[in-house]
C-alpha cells in the first residue's frame, strides 16, 4: 500500500511516499531556515506563506523520487495536529484536496506520536528487531516545539507522561545559541561547538531542573536564563539605562565553547533525570516489564551527547535504545505516511471534516 505523506506543521514543508508502514520510496523536505534566520525564530506567517508556495512542488518531488503517479496511491496523511494553525491548515487543505480528487482515503496524523513511530522504524530490518518487538515503550520527544514523556502501548496508543512546562528543549538551544552569537537553527551549532576537544563541560555550574520530587515535567526556561547571565553579565537597573553589563562579543572562543558544553551537559542531564523517574514509575506498575525499548524522536534526537547518554541508559536498564537516523530526526512527511498506514488498520481513514489542531492530543 503507498501512502503520500505530507507534513507542513512548523517550518518545514515534507512530502514522502512509504510503502506498507516502512519502506520509505521518497522523503523530501524544503526547509526555511533561510526565511525565518534573520528574526533569530520562526514566523508564522512567513511559514505558512512559504508552506502554500511550495507544498505542489514538494508533492510533485516526492512522487517523482519514489517513481509513482497520483494514481499509485492509496492514501493520503498529513500531520494535522500539533503545531501552527496557519501552517498546519495548508497541510491539511492539500490532503484533503487530494483525498477527495483521487477518491482515496485521508489520515489525519499526530505529529507527535509520528516522531516516536519515526524512532520506531529507524533501525528497523526485516529480519531483526521488528516493529512490534519495541512495544510498550518508553517514548521521549525533544524538539524545537515540544519536550514530552510518553508510555507507547502501540505506535497508536500513547499516553503522555509529562512534558515541559515553559520553553522546550530545543527552544533552549535555540536560544542558547543566539545568546552565543551562534547561526539559526542553534542546536547544530551548540552540539559542534560542546563537541570541540577542549571544551570545558564543567566550567559552568548550570542549573539542572528537577522540578518536584515525583514531577514527570521539564523546565528549561532557568537554564537558559542562567546561560544569559554568564554571558552578558547581571541586568543593568532601569535608571542606567537597562540592557545587560557586556554581549557575547566580549567572549573568547573557548568561552563559548565552553558555555555550550556546560549549557548541554545541563540539558542532557535534565532530560536523563525524568528518563530515569519515568521507567522507575512504570516498572513500578502492575506489568514486571513495562517497557522493552526507549524511542527517541524530535530534532534534538540529532544531538550527539543526548544519543550518547540515553544509549548508556538504555544498555544499564537492559533495554532497546531506538533513535531514528539524522534524515528521520527533524520534521520530515515520511514518519506521517508510515504512522497513517497502522492508523489505517488500527481505527479506518479520517473524513472531509478533518481539521488543523494547534494543541497537544492526550
Ligand atoms: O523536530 P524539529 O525539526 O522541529 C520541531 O518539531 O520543533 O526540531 C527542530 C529543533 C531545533 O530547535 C534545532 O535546534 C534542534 O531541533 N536540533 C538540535 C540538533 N539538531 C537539531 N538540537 C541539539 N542538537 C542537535 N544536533
Ligand atoms: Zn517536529
Same mark, same amino acid.
Given at each position: 500500500m503507498h501512502i503520500l505523506g505530507i507534513e507542513t506543521s512548523c517550518d518545514e514543508t515534507a512530502a514522502s511516499v512509504v510503502v =506498507? /508502514?516502512?519502506?520509505?520510496l521518497s522523503n523530501v523536505v524544503a526547509s526555511q531556515f533561510d526565511l525565518h534566520a534573520e528574526y533569530g525564530g520562526v514566523v508564522p506567517e512567513i511559514a505558512s506563506r512559504a508552506h502554500a508556495e511550495r507544498i505542489r512542488p514538494i508533492i510533485d518531488a516526492a512522487l517523482a523520487q519514489a517513481c509513482v503517479?497520483?494514481?499509485?496511491?492509496?492514501a493520503v496523511a498529513v500531520g494535522?495536529?500539533? @503545531?501552527?494553525i496557519g501552517s498546519l491548515l495548508v497541510g491539511v487543505a492539500a490532503a484533503k484536496a487530494l483525498a477527495w480528487a483521487l477518491s482515496i482515503p485521508l489520515v489525519g496524523v499526530d505529529h507527535l506520536q509520528a516522531h516516536l513511530y519515526a524512532a520506531a522504524i529507524g533501525h528497523d530490518s526485516e529480519d531483526q528487531?521488528?516493529?512490534?518487538?519495541?512495544?510498550p515503550a518508553l517514548g521521549l520527544v525533544v524538539s524545537g516545539g515540544h519536550t514530552a514523556m510518553y508510555h507507547c502501548q502501540t505506535p497508536t496508543q500513547t499516553h503522555r507522561l509529562g512534558g515541559t512546562i515553559d520553553d522546550a528543549v530545543g527552544e533552549a538551544f535555540d536560544k542558547v545559541a543566539t545568546i552565543l552569537g551562534l547561526?539559526?537553527? @542553534?542546536g547544530p551549532a551548540i552540539d559542534a561547538l560542546a563537541g570541540?576537544? =577542549?571544551?570545558? =563541560?564543567?566550567?559552568f555550574d548550570f542549573p539542572v531542573s528537577r522540578l518536584d520530587?515525583?514531577?514527570l515535567d521539564f523546565s528549561f526556561s532557568g537554564l537558559k536564563t542562567a546561560v544569559l547571565y554568564a554571558v552578558r553579565g547581571n541586568p543593568r537597573p532601569r535608571e542606567l539605562g @537597562? /540592557?545587560?553589563?557586556?554581549?557575547?562579543? /566580549?567572549?573568547?572562543h573557548a568561552q563559548k565553547r565552553d558555555v555550550a558544553a556546560s549549557f548541554q551537559r545541563a540539558a542532557c542531564r535534565a532530560i536523563i533525570i525524568k528518563l530515569e523517574r519515568a521507567l522507575d514509575d512504570l516498572a513500578r /506498575?502492575?506489568?514486571?516489564?513495562?517497557?522493552?525499548s526507549i524511542l527517541v524522536g524530535g @530534532?534534538?534526537?540529532?544531538n550527539s551527547r543526548l544519543r550518547r547518554e540515553i544509549t548508556v541508559l538504555g544498555h544499564a536498564r537492559n533495554l532497546d535504545v531506538r533513535m531514528p537516523p539524522m534524515a528521520l530526526?527533524? =520534521?520530515?512527511?515520511a514518519m506521517i505516511a508510515s504512522l497513517a498506514h497502522h492508523q489505517l488498520a488500527a481505527h479506518g481513514p479520517d473524513d472531509l471534516t478533518l481539521t488543523a489542531v494547534p494543541t497537544t492530543g492526550a
Open positions: =506498507d /508502514g516502512r519502506r520509505i503517479s497520483y494514481a499509485d496511491l492509496h494535522h495536529r500539533p @503545531g501552527l528487531n521488528p516493529i512490534a518487538a519495541c512495544y547561526p539559526h537553527p @542553534g570541540e576537544p =577542549d571544551a570545558d =563541560d564543567r566550567a520530587r515525583d514531577s @537597562g /540592557g545587560f553589563e557586556r554581549d557575547h562579543t /566580549g567572549l573568547s /506498575g502492575e506489568n514486571t516489564r513495562a517497557v522493552r @530534532g534534538v534526537s540529532a530526526c527533524v =520534521d520530515n512527511a
